[in-house]
């Protein structure tokens, strides 16, 4: 009992000086970002009203809501729930939750082992000095150890090297969380961008085949003048090689639909040929809402779940600073153990059984110093890395919204001159298509005002198409990405029972992660 009263006294007086300890190394403070005023500075243009935006900070809801499509709703809510890229993101979560319970279990005994064991022992009775101990009564030719006990090490924390790691295990922990976020951004940019490119593709493929009936009615009508001598073969060569151009280009559209169904198929983590008729052939766009609210770049800060993740990197590497220069300094310990020992399992716990032993110790790899100092510099120079990869991240952030306000703006001033350039050349085919009937104008007229409202009309859909990528752009480029009513967690129920059946995680996936899924 005796020697189980100076383990605990050991234990007690050591957590002591763990707790009162210093941490070597930084502490982590966050790294200034680069500073932006305003927003417009990319786009040239002022951003107000008058260009559809306003400084107003965005309503915490998810911004996909703004477009008013039921079917895009629904193919985000999907993805969110089964796609394999962001349920890989969500177990490394929960892996980054496991190692940090391994740096905090760090802080208790790194050595607790309890032992039993028994050994019997025979020695050879052809063994001549073994023989004449045995012969006088002073040995048994074999005997029995049974013993059973508890042996604990503990390094005592002195210098906050454990404390420190356990800081970058957390800072790690919330990286992985953050990173999870940016994966919810990403894909939800990618699903609604692949969607907008679909709409587009299926109104482009509805254009030509529209006009290719404008221009199959031209060819049918020149051939009939051909035959009564009033038009030229030329002419009907024309009216073949427009009408047969814009038939061509309808493959190519179509495969490209082909792609761009397969690729939301593989956003939604399922096998192709499925999304074609849950998406039908309503090619209309999402509506352009009149007013987007953009806030202020440091609300962006705030936000961006890459940017956060980058500063909680930093903040890993940082405590890694003091993990390293600990070493520069003695380390303490206190080692024990406490148990019975017997000749046999009968007498184990019997009177004069207990054994035991407390070793106080420390060790210190003075002579180590220069490879030591040496790791610090490696840990502050990976440090400094990440403050500038912070930096970075920071800055190309700032890039990628105003490069989308730009790209947006632009869109809509040549959205503008197209529709009024449509509707000329619309104008244009039907005054054309009325002189040539009446003989006053050559039908290579009809041909070329045909050719351009077919190209207009292209350029049209396209530049509708930009205005939505590029509003997709700003949303994600702002950080916007929430998760839907109807998902709950990290992973899908499946991925958590068969985690669960496999090697018990418990709490750890039972109880969710404050802020999952939140930018």
């Given at each position: 009992?005796?020697?189980?009263?100076?383990?605990?006294?050991?234990?007690?007086?050591?957590?002591?000086?763990?707790?009162?300890?210093?941490?070597?190394?930084?502490?982590?403070?966050?790294?200034?970002?680069?500073?932006?005023?305003?927003?417009?500075?990319?786009?040239?243009?002022?951003?107000?009203?008058?260009?559809?935006?306003?400084?107003?900070?965005?309503?915490?809801?998810?911004?996909?809501?703004?477009?008013?499509?039921?079917?895009?709703?629904?193919?985000?809510?999907?993805?969110?729930?089964?796609?394999?890229?962001?349920?890989?993101?969500?177990?490394?979560?929960?892996?980054?939750?496991?190692?940090?319970?391994?740096?905090?279990?760090?802080?208790?005994?790194?050595?607790?082992?309890?032992?039993?064991?028994?050994?019997?022992?025979?020695?050879?009775?052809?063994?001549?000095?073994?023989?004449?101990?045995?012969?006088?009564?002073?040995?048994?030719?074999?005997?029995?150890?049974?013993?059973?006990?508890?042996?604990?090490?503990?390094?005592?924390?002195?210098?906050?090297?454990?404390?420190?790691?356990?800081?970058?295990?957390?800072?790690?922990?919330?990286?992985?969380?953050?990173?999870?976020?940016?994966?919810?951004?990403?894909?939800?940019?990618?699903?609604?961008?692949?969607?907008?490119?679909?709409?587009?593709?299926?109104?482009?493929?509805?254009?030509?085949?529209?006009?290719?009936?404008?221009?199959?009615?031209?060819?049918?009508?020149?051939?009939?003048?051909?035959?009564n001598g009033t038009a030229t073969r030329l002419a009907v060569s024309e009216a073949t090689v427009l009408y047969n151009n814009t038939l061509a280009s309808i493959p190519n559209y179509e495969a490209k639909l082909a792609r761009a169904y397969n690729a939301l198929s593989l956003l939604l983590s399922e096998p192709p040929g499925g999304v074609k008729s849950r998406l039908g052939s309503r090619s209309r766009f999402p509506r352009v809402p009149a007013e987007v609210a953009i806030g202020v770049p440091a609300d962006m800060l705030r936000r961006r779940p890459d940017i956060r993740s980058a500063e909680y990197r930093a903040a890993a590497r940082s405590a890694q600073i003091g993990v390293a220069r600990a070493d520069l300094f003695p380390a303490f310990s206190i080692s024990g153990a406490i148990g019975v020992r017997a000749d046999d399992?009968?007498?184990?716990?019997?009177?004069?059984?207990?054994?035991?032993?407390?070793?106080?110790?420390?060790?210190?790899?003075?002579?180590?110093?220069?490879?030591?100092?040496?790791?610090?510099?490696?840990?502050?120079?990976?440090?400094?890395?990440?403050?500038?990869?912070?930096?970075?991240?920071?800055?190309?952030?700032?890039?990628?919204?105003?490069?989308?306000?730009?790209?947006?703006?632009?869109?809509?001033?040549?959205?503008?001159?197209?529709?009024?350039?449509?509707?000329?050349?619309?104008?244009?085919?039907?005054?054309?298509?009325?002189?040539?009937?009446?003989?006053?104008?050559?039908?290579?007229?009809?041909?070329?005002?045909?050719?351009?409202?077919?190209?207009?009309?292209?350029?049209?859909?396209?530049?509708?198409?930009?205005?939505?990528?590029?509003?997709?752009?700003?949303?994600?480029?702002?950080?916007?990405?929430?998760?839907?009513?109807?998902?709950?967690?990290?992973?899908?129920?499946?991925?958590?029972?068969?985690?669960?059946?496999?090697?018990?995680?418990?709490?750890?996936?039972?109880?969710?992660?404050?802020?999952?899924?939140?930018?």
């Open positions: 009992m005796g020697h189980s009263r100076q383990i605990r006294h050991g234990l007690v007086l050591s957590g002591m000086l763990m707790l009162g300890g210093c941490m070597v190394g930084p502490d982590f403070e966050r790294p200034d970002a680069p500073v932006l005023d305003s927003w417009g500075a990319g786009a040239n243009l002022p951003i107000d009203s008058r260009t559809g935006f306003t400084s107003r900070s965005a309503n915490s809801v998810p911004w996909w809501h703004v477009f008013r499509d039921d079917t895009l709703n629904s193919l985000i809510a999907e993805a969110y729930r089964q796609n394999v890229g962001l349920q890989a993101a969500g177990v490394r979560v929960y892996q980054a939750r496991a190692q940090l319970g391994i740096a905090g279990g760090n802080l208790f005994p790194q050595v607790q082992q309890a032992n039993v064991s028994s050994r019997t022992t025979r020695f050879s009775t052809k063994d001549p000095f073994i023989s004449d101990l045995e012969r006088v009564g002073l040995v048994d030719n074999q005997f029995t150890d049974v013993s059973a006990g508890f042996d604990a090490g503990w390094e005592i924390d002195l210098w906050g090297k454990i404390r420190r790691n356990i800081q970058s295990a957390d800072a790690d922990l919330k990286a992985k969380l953050a990173s999870y976020d940016d994966a919810l951004v990403t894909l939800t940019g990618d699903i609604a961008a692949v969607y907008i490119t679909i709409r587009e593709l299926q109104q482009l493929i509805a254009t030509v085949r529209r006009n290719a009936v404008l221009q199959k009615a031209s060819l049918d009508l020149t051939k009939l003048r051909l035959e399992f009968a007498n184990l716990f019997g009177n004069g059984t207990a054994a035991g032993f407390i070793n106080p110790g420390f060790s210190w790899n003075f002579l180590n110093y220069g490879r030591i100092q040496n790791n610090v510099r490696v840990q502050d120079a990976k440090f400094q890395e990440a403050l500038l990869d912070y930096e970075r991240t920071v800055l190309a952030a700032y890039a990628e919204v105003e490069n989308g306000l730009t790209g947006f703006l632009r869109s809509k001033q040549e959205a503008v001159y197209l529709r009024r350039a449509v509707a000329a050349a619309r104008s244009a085919v039907s005054e054309v298509d009325a002189q040539f009937e009446d003989g006053t104008a050559p039908y290579n007229r009809v041909v070329q005002s045909q050719r351009h409202q077919l190209v207009t009309e292209e350029r049209l859909i396209a530049a509708q198409a930009n205005v939505l990528t590029n509003l997709i752009a700003v949303y994600k480029g702002l950080g916007g990405g929430w998760m839907p009513e109807n998902v709950d967690g990290l992973i899908s129920e499946k991925t958590r029972q068969r985690m669960t059946e496999r090697t018990g995680w418990g709490l750890l996936l039972e109880n969710p992660v404050e802020g999952q899924g939140k930018s």
